[in-house]
């Protein structure tokens, strides 16, 4: 999903994060295309914050990071003959954009691209975890989770039904996008992401994805108490983010409601693994998600 080019270019013309420069390496050979790597020239900072935990020596510096912080899954073909000139393209784009650093973030523990750089001799720090799990049907993800989890997942919906909560997948184009970016927004904030879903720059972005994003909308009597923008691949459903208002009426959880419409509406569209994203730890594990450890890995230019 991350490597279409509908995803990049909308990137590029609405970039949800601060970037001071974009570049694209399509490794070659001959007239054929074996690799291709988005980069971003970033600056010290970024939302989540995690990378400068784990490189306290690059804290403060920009920094050239294949994809962008709303991507989680690195992925390129790297062979042996690619890595070598793909890293020596990054590291001489870094240096002619001023940038101290660069490397590949959100790497998956154990792939293609995690191999070759092991074997480069360039060694990965646990950046963060991605949560994803396996699809078949709705009844058969319920008979998956613990009793007690499979007993809140039905009570939550039955009480979200009883306090006249609604549920909708639409595409982008006919989804409330102002109202959705303002919910995405202050829930971002309320985890003190601030600055991760840029109010205009969000609505653009997603518009721009077209029939590649479905937006999930729960409302209670009208009003929209969470709402979900979800991508899709040809495997894969990403619930990409999400807003939620807990100011509700009735005893019931809208990220449930949201959570288990996402599962039913991924299932609908032939969709075979449903991407949790990353964090929120405990109610990923107890709602059948399973982590895929990601990695980074900063050279020094």
């Known amino acids: 999903m991350f490597y279409r080019h509908a995803y990049i270019s909308a990137y590029e013309q609405s970039p949800l994060t601060e970037v001071e420069g974009f570049a694209y390496f399509v490794v070659m050979d001959g007239d054929e295309p074996v690799a291709v790597t988005p980069a971003y020239l970033q600056p010290a900072e970024n939302p989540l914050r995690r990378l400068h935990e784990i490189y306290p020596e690059a804290a403060g510096q920009r920094a050239l990071l294949s994809h962008t912080w709303h991507c989680y899954d690195a992925h390129v073909p790297a062979t042996q003959e690619v890595l070598p000139r793909l890293l020596d393209a990054m590291i001489r784009t870094a240096s002619i954009f001023g940038a101290r650093w660069c490397g590949f973030m959100n790497v998956q523990r154990g792939n293609g691209l995690s191999q070759a750089l092991n074997a480069a001799g360039l060694p990965a720090r646990h950046l963060t975890d991605r949560w994803a799990a396996h699809l078949t049907t709705y009844e058969h993800y319920l008979a998956g989770l613990g009793l007690r989890a499979r007993a809140n997942v039905r009570r939550n919906d039955r009480r979200a039904r009883e306090a006249g909560v609604t549920v909708e997948a639409l595409p982008v184009d006919h989804a409330a996008m102002d109202?959705?970016?303002l919910l995405c927004v202050?829930?971002?904030?309320?985890?003190?992401?601030?600055?991760?879903?840029?109010?205009e720059a969000f609505t653009k972005f997603v518009t721009a994805l077209g029939d590649l994003a479905h937006v999930i909308e729960v409302r209670q009597h009208g009003r929209l108490v969470a709402a979900g923008v979800c991508l899709t691949?040809?495997?894969r459903f990403h619930t990409w983010t999400c807003g939620v208002d807990y100011a509700v009426d009735g005893n019931y959880s809208p990220y449930g409601v949201l959570f288990a419409e996402s599962v039913r509406h991924a299932i609908s569209l032939g969709k075979t693994t449903l991407e949790g994203g990353r964090g929120n730890e405990a109610f990923q594990r107890r709602h059948g998600l399973r982590p895929h450890h990601l990695d980074a890995v900063l050279l020094r230019t």
């Open 233 to 235: 691949d040809e495997t």
């Open 186 to 199: 202050k829930t971002a904030s309320r985890f003190e992401n601030t600055g991760y879903h840029p109010g």
């Open 179 to 181: 109202d959705i970016t």
